[in-house]
């Protein structure tokens, strides 16, 4: 079996490295902690648990809606923010790429786990997980867009 820890270590251990060193001792941590829903249209053709009833929601048109949260906290010039999601990574790296922080830091099954938020092209591909994600094919524009105002709005100071 071949080990992926090398790659672990750039993608994601380098990055840590990187800001704890931009982070100045003595320097006084800025805090900031937010929250944004989005909300995008369900698939109709999957059931919703009552005990899902918080992230659910009709459009006026009467659509049935998926009401994700997104919850963030800043700490000086990184973000750290987070999903009840299994996010497709392409959506997490267009976010940090777009984003105005200098480091960005993505958890999923934050606060619990709503399915997997696949991007566009992969429900056009099909597979397990459009199979089986709770979300259509709008789902990537929506919370893509939605992430991105989010983090726009964000204090910088």
């Given amino acids: 079996m071949k080990s992926h820890i090398g790659e672990f270590r750039v993608l994601l251990g380098d990055k840590i490295l990187e800001a704890n060193r931009a982070l100045a001792a003595g320097v006084e941590a800025k805090l900031w902690l937010g929250e944004k829903w989005i909300e995008t249209p369900r698939r109709a053709d999957l059931g919703w648990s009552e005990e899902l009833a918080a992230y659910g929601a009709k459009s006026p048109a009467g659509v049935d809606l998926v009401r994700i949260p ?8 990184t973000i ?17 790429a777009d984003s105005p922080f200098r480091h960005n830091f993505f958890f999923g099954y934050s606060n619990g786990w709503l399915g ?8 056009r591909d ?7 994600s709770p979300f259509t094919e709008q789902v990537e524009c929506d919370y ?14």
């Fill in 70 to 77: 997104v919850r963030a906290l800043r700490i000086n010039d």
């Fill in 80 to 96: 750290l923010w987070g999903s009840p999601v299994e996010l497709f990574c392409e959506i997490a790296l267009r976010v940090r």
């Fill in 116 to 123: 997997y938020l696949p991007t566009a092209e992969a429900f």
């Fill in 126 to 132: 099909g597979g397990y997980e459009p199979r089986t």
């Fill in 144 to 157: 893509t867009e939605g992430v991105m105002a989010f983090l726009q709005g964000v204090p910088r100071n």
